[in-house]
């Protein structure tokens, strides 16, 4: 069993900022891919930040420049640094991991999601 545990959202006025953390628990070899996603009222679930093993790190297009992903590897945390809010940046942020069990398989795992409203 593996689970991802958000924290840190809320409301935060435009061009404020807030940090997401993610945490990883269970019985995995380790992290192959972590980063995080997002899905607003009415739209599909889309990609904004991700950290692949061998690969660094990739940011979506509209978040680029104010959004920083890091990873506590020690801790099997990874956070989300978000500054220079938008509106547009309101959703619901949802933290996904893939994993490899000690079966030799990859597992894909989401968390519960957390809720950012950038909103005066």
């Known amino acids: 069993q593996v689970q991802l545990v958000e924290s840190g959202g809320g409301l935060v006025q435009p061009g404020g900022s807030l940090r997401l953390s993610c945490a990883a628990s269970?019985?995995?070899?380790?992290?192959?891919?972590i980063g995080w996603y997002r899905q607003a009222p009415g739209k599909e679930r889309e990609s904004v930040a991700a950290i692949t093993r061998g690969a660094g790190t990739s940011y979506a297009d509209s978040v680029n420049g104010r959004f920083t992903i890091s990873i506590d590897s020690a801790k099997n945390m990874v956070n989300l640094q978000m500054n220079s809010l938008k509106p547009d940046d309101t959703a619901v942020y949802y933290c996904?991991?893939?994993?490899?069990?000690?079966?030799?398989?990859?597992?894909?795992?989401w968390g519960q999601g957390t809720l950012v409203s950038v909103s005066s």
């Open positions: 269970g019985s995995f070899i380790r992290i192959n891919d």
């Open positions: 996904y991991a893939q994993v490899l069990m000690p079966s030799g398989k990859i597992l894909a795992v």
